[in-house]
């Protein structure tokens, strides 16, 4: 079994920026694949960032390349999620996840996730 815990979420303004923070626990080797999504209303889940805190090769999906950060505490066992230059697109609810698989072409297969953590940017 795993665990997450995801925390930070919160109503930041345009141009603003959020670190969201996720605290692992259970099976979670430092080879396993973890990663980020999220999901607004109406609209599906979409998958953000993607990497083995093992390896140095990191996905990050178009629309967030560049704005966002992706890192590791592996002492803490917390992962974390720098997001700067929020738009209001941005906002949803935001999960952090052990993946079973994922790839630089945008295909994933989760594991397991938190019950997230809210983001609102407001305009």
């Known amino acids: 079994q795993v665990q997450l815990v995801e925390s930070g979420g919160g109503l930041v303004q345009a141009g603003g920026s959020l670190r969201l923070s996720c605290v692992t626990s259970?099976?979670?080797?430092?080879?396993?694949?973890m990663g980020w999504f999220r999901q607004a209303p109406g609209k599906a889940r979409e998958f953000l960032v993607g990497?083995?805190?093992?390896?140095?090769?990191?996905y990050y999906a178009d629309s967030v390349r560049g704005r966002f950060t992706v890192s590791s505490d592996n002492a803490k066992n917390t992962i974390y999620l720098q997001m700067n230059s929020l738009k209001p697109d941005d906002t949803a609810i935001y999960y952090c996840?052990?993946?079973?698989?994922?790839?630089?072409?945008?295909?994933?297969?989760?594991?397991?996730w938190g019950q997230g953590t809210q983001v609102t940017v407001s305009s």
């Open positions: 996840a052990k993946l079973k698989y994922y790839s630089s072409s945008d295909t994933v297969i989760y594991d397991y």
């Open positions: 259970g099976r979670t080797s430092i080879t396993y694949p």
């Open positions: 990497f083995s805190r093992s390896s140095s090769d990191i």
